[in-house]
């Protein structure tokens, strides 16, 4: 194999919690090249993420996958430039697997490396394709967080609202635990919302954080209400597809509901028109549909990544680092894996 020296690959990793990627970008081109994500799905035994059995399965995956994109993209580890991975936030074990693996080519391959935020990288996942000006507000709406942010560039990222308790995707996972329905549980709802024929008759949920003055969100007061009624729903006998399809409907109605009033809330507030919302959570076509008629509405240009970078990918760390590299920024070999945000 002849070796084109010119070429300049930056190589990311990403394994906050349940997804094992690794993609690749062509830093001179300023091009994604390739993204490989592998979806655990061992934790659907137990209806939710087993931090052990995730970080075990990245370390296996994490080689497959490296030896998979390397090959099928015919590049050679001399024309990997500079390297990426998530740092935090995620699960702890989980995260060590692809920092890891990071700091060991840079250390064997003598290139540098940066640690990105988990949450950065979901605001920017689309960027490959559809970048938009600054400033912009974003909110992350996914398995850990219901959070916003007020972006004034790639490293002016401010967080201005959070998950107070349970974030959206959690909510969606835990409810459909409760009504048997498979981990993880917002595609699930999405699936039984569409079975819904009672449309204009739906339930009555409590919108979360409504008339709160600030920007946070907070889902758990949904979650208990959901319970509740699928607690009443099984004494009075078994749920049926008919309740499971009406409550998945108007849960996702209300989830969205709360994603637009506290958005809008911060548009009006800071006179900003324009607005990203990534995260798993959003490749939910119900909550992307309502959330697309309601911003545009109010006059807001509204993005919102692809689905596949929505979810977990190693394609939006990529286009960090690619950044982050052109900014000549890099982290050390002390690197650490950290649970939080800051
Ligand atoms: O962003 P993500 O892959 O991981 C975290 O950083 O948390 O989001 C995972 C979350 C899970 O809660 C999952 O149920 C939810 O995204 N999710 C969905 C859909 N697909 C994934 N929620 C609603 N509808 C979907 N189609
Ligand atoms: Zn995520």
């Known amino acids: 194999m002849s070796i084109n020296p ?33 979806s655990q799905d061992i934790h659907s035994i ?9 970080s075990r399965d990245h ?17 050679h580890p001399d024309q990997i430039k500079y390297l990426a991975c998530t740092y935090r936030p995620g699960l702890i074990g989980s995260l060590l697997m692809g920092i890891m693996a990071c700091k060991t080519l840079s250390y064997s391959l003598d290139i540098p490396f940066v640690g990105v935020n988990h949450l950065y990288s979901h605001i920017f996942a689309d960027f490959w394709k559809n970048s938009i000006q600054f400033p912009f507000l974003a909110m992350v709406i996914s398995g850990g967080h219901s959070d916003m942010f007020m972006v004034k560039d790639y490293t002016g990222i401010e967080r201005i609202g959070m998950t107070v308790d ?42 979360p954080m409504r008339s709160k003055n600030n920007y946070n969100l907070s889902f758990s007061g949904l979650k208990t209400a959901c319970y509740l009624m699928i607690k009443e729903q099984r004494r009075n006998g078994n ?36 607005m990203v919302i990534g995260g798993g ?11 697309r008629e309601r911003f545009s509405n109010e006059g807001i240009d509204l993005h919102i990544p692809i689905p596949e970078y929505c979810t977990d990918n190693a394609a939006m760390v990529a286009y960090l680092g690619m950044i982050y590299s052109e900014r000549g920024l890099s982290d050390n070999i002390s690197l650490n894996a950290y649970p939080g945000y800051e």
């Open 46 to 54: 137990f209806g939710g993420i087993v931090p052990e059995l995730a």
């Open 281 to 291: 959570v959003m490749r939910n076509n119900i909550i992307k549909k309502d959330l």
């Open 239 to 274: 749920i049926s597809e008919e309740f499971i399809s009406k409550l998945s409907l108007s849960l996702l109605n209300t989830v969205s509901e709360a994603i637009f009033i506290k958005g809008k809330k911060a548009l009006r507030e800071s006179g900003i028109k324009r």
């Open 6 to 38: 010119d070429k300049r690959y930056l190589l990311a990793f990403e394994s906050s919690c349940d997804d094992s990627s690794i993609a690749i970008a062509d830093l001179y081109e300023r091009l994604l090249i390739d993204n490989i994500t592998y």
């Open 166 to 207: 349970d974030a959206a995707g959690e909510i969606l996972d835990k409810i459909a635990k409760e009504m048997g329905l498979s981990y993880p549980g917002g595609p699930e709802i999405e699936k039984y919302a569409g079975y819904c024929n009672d449309k204009d008759d739906l339930f009555d949920l409590p919108v």
């Open 59 to 75: 370390l296996k995956k994490i080689p497959i996958i490296l030896d998979k994109i390397m090959i099928r993209n015919d590049i």
